[in-house]
């Protein structure tokens, strides 16, 4: 019992402290429709690590395309505290990423080794400010991935919603 009382309180000290949940979605050049969740987790400084998963799908001339990961990102976020002062400005990321194609026609036979890869991602983005909980924003996402069998680079345009819990 006292294991999962001290697992709960741990839970909720890292939960109330969070910065920003944000949702993205976007159009990757695949050609296929990109969506994220995306958990900020709250610094002081304009630091600030993200934890996100996504998920593209798509088709083009009947043939699917389906792809799966997640990202861990370092945010240059100076935005925090700026409202109302300064309405928006642009925020940056990089780190890394983790990549699987999930094409059945293509991939079938693959093992699930062959069809993941690891790699870096590059994030700019313009941040509004809709009221202080609030941001909406433009971003464009630059993934390279280090396994060349199922591609080397992946580039998004899309937008997001954020919202800042600790408001």
Known sequence: MKTFVVSVLVLVSVVTN????????????SPADYLSLRYTHYSNSPLKLSLGGFYERGSKYKLGYGSYGADLLLHCDHLTGAYPERRGGLTGAIGINWQVENESWLYKDWPFSKRSSFGLTGEVAYQYYLTDA???GLFSQQKILFNPDIGRCRWILGL??????DY
């Open 18 to 29: 969070a910065q920003t949940i944000s949702l993205l979605a976007g159009k990757s050049f």
């Open 160 to 165: 997001s919603l954020s919202h800042h819990l």
């Open 134 to 136: 609030f941001r909406i």
